[in-house]
């Protein structure tokens, strides 16, 4: 296995708005996954699974009041990603390694009566797990973000893949505030930037992007199986789009067109930018109620 770097705990002791104690799980290969964990045990499970190259503090302003309306609010950093372990190796970093480490750390914590809720990368992983163990999930609530099978890349997001490759830098902190309309205070944009204190601890979110599976990809097999599972799925499954991304702008259609569950009228477009959770987190957190009281949990 490639070397793997371990974010120092003082990286984060300045970290704003974000009093959740840490839990960790190992994983068989060693790799150490952070995760927050709030909220009664016993309560039914939203999972906030993030994207790239962001980690568990961008849900930090949903988290409460979701846990305040009765839920248990599960938030994991990926591999590579927030507290969690990071391979030094981009090529150590695959989809399929990716939702192998989630469906892993998923079932030793024992989930039921799961609402998925997730944006970007978060969706390429979450709806993996849906498609994998769909009877472990009551709901879905999707924003920016996808399930994509091959198709080409959107201009936009063929030049960030292009950036991610190229570019001599990667400025986690500004690569997030720009995919936002809000303004983000210096301190929030640190906390961006905390999990990575080295070039090389960066190599996880350096090759996401060429991993996303648009254009010829080795994951699309595995994505159009996915597929004809969630085309079965027929348990809530909410669109949240934003109105300001120009990468997943119209990802909502094929989720709604082709997914049993989507047949309601819960879907909504919230304001803001790409990533949602820093511009309309109260229409995200709403989104995921109504989901979850129209599943019955």
Request: glycine share 10%.
């Amino acid at each position: 296995m490639a070397e793997i770097y371990r974010t120092p705990d003082d990286r984060f002791s300045n970290v704003p708005d974000f009093p959740f104690p840490p839990h960790y799980h190992t994983l068989g290969d060693g790799l150490r996954m952070h995760y927050v964990d709030e909220g009664p045990r016993d309560a039914p499970i939203v999972l906030m699974i993030h994207g790239e190259p962001s980690w568990s503090f961008l849900y930090r302003k949903m988290i409460p009041p979701v846990v305040q309306a009765g839920y248990r609010v599960v938030a994991p950093d990926l591999v590579g990603f927030g507290k969690s372990d990071k391979l030094t190796s981009k090529g150590a970093y695959s989809y399929a390694g990716h939702v192998a480490w989630m469906q892993e750390w998923f079932t030793a914590l024992g989930l039921e009566r799961v609402i998925l809720a997730c944006q970007d990368w978060g969706s390429l992983i979450g709806l993996r797990l849906v498609a994998a163990m769909p009877d472990k999930f009551a709901g879905v609530v999707l924003a920016n973000g996808g399930l994509p099978a091959g198709q080409d890349p959107p201009p936009a997001f063929a030049a960030w893949r292009a950036f991610s490759k190229m570019s001599p830098v990667f400025p986690i902190g500004g690569i997030i505030q720009r995919a936002t309309t809000t303004e983000l205070g210096d301190d929030v944009v640190c906390a961006y930037d905390a999990p990575f204190a080295t070039r090389a601890s960066k190599a996880g979110a350096r090759i996401f992007p060429s991993l996303v599976p648009l254009g010829e990809n080795v994951a699309v097999p595995d994505q159009l199986a996915a597929w004809k599972v969630l085309e079965t799925f027929d348990k809530p499954f909410t669109c949240c789009f934003s109105d300001g991304d120009p990468i997943t702008r119209g990802g909502d259609a094929p989720f709604r067109e082709r997914i049993p569950g989507a047949k309601h009228d819960l879907h909504r477009t919230l304001k803001g930018g790409h990533f949602i959770q820093e511009d309309d987190p109260d229409g995200f957190a709403a989104a995921i109620l109504d989901t979850a009281k129209l599943a019955g949990i």
